[in-house]
């Protein structure tokens, strides 16, 4: 392995927005465990192939998006699946990871903000899976719900699952941050410099206070993402974490 021109940011904020897990990424390269966190910490090399397989996967994910967004605009409905093969089956295998198509029916349910986010199970009974899916493409994985709606990890799992009811507060809050987050990716979008289109990404909720106190209460995860989908609407942009 070898460093290489993509910055540890660009690894951390690409993975982040299209909802891969390090160890998912680890399996693909073939990579040793914790070598993908050690990157993104910029204590290790870029492993060779990375920022060509994370821009596949992103291409993928980015027309998955489109899919459902035009599918709960005619319907009103977003499917989920349980596992991994009824995502394989739904996208006819250019998805395997449910990670990735969570991301994707996130994504869509901000766009269609009136449709339904279902996941039916064997027994076809039904289940809301909007939280899971509006908090994976926001950059929230389970514990960033459990921290930031200070909440049980037990009750947080049933909201998930979408097995309890998600109270009403919890789902005002996340469409609050859902559409902070567009104003975000607008805002960061627009302090590109086209001549040296560098992306300048907070590593710390310390940076954000600093040099973004109107979002410092922002998740850090999700600054980051808007950070990808930032320097994904302008050629040639790259992510790069804040010094110090």
């Known amino acids: 392995m070898t460093i290489n021109e993509v910055d540890a940011a660009q690894v951390r904020c690409a993975r982040l927005s299209v909802g891969l897990r390090e160890y998912e990424l680890e399996q693909l390269l073939g990579l040793d465990a914790g070598v993908i966190a050690a990157a993104e910490e910029r204590r290790w090399p870029i492993p060779d192939g990375l920022d060509e397989l994370l821009g596949e996967v992103t291409a993928i994910a980015a027309t ?3 899919r459902l967004i035009e599918r709960a605009t005619a319907t009103g409905e977003i499917e989920v699946f349980k596992d991994a093969a009824g995502v394989i089956a739904a996208t006819e295998g250019r998805i395997a990871m449910e990670g990735v198509y969570r991301v994707c029916a996130g994504r869509a349910a901000m766009a269609v903000p009136q ?45 998930i699952a979408g097995t309890g009811a998600v109270p009403a507060g919890v789902v005002a809050e996340m469409r609050e941050i859902t559409t ?27 940076q ?37």
Do not use: N
């Not at 902070?180 to 310390?206: F, K, N, S």
């Not at 998740?219 to 942009?237: E, I, S, Y």
């Open 115 to 159: 449709a339904q986010v279902i996941r039916r199970d064997i027994e076809t009974a039904e289940h809301s899976a909007w939280l899971a899916c509006v908090a994976a493409a926001c950059g929230m994985g389970f514990g960033q719900v459990v921290k930031w709606f200070d909440v049980g990890r037990r009750r947080a799992q049933t909201w």
């Open 64 to 66: 998955e998006t489109v």
């Open 208 to 244: 954000m206070e600093t040099h973004w106190p109107a979002h410092a209460d922002l998740p850090l995860t999700t600054h980051q993402v808007c950070a990808a989908r930032a320097a994904a609407g302008v050629d040639g942009a790259r992510l790069v974490f804040l010094p110090g």
């Open 180 to 206: 902070r987050a567009r104003t975000h990716v607008e805002e960061l979008a627009a302090g590109i410099d086209a001549e040296d289109p560098i992306v300048w990404v907070c590593a710390t909720e310390e």
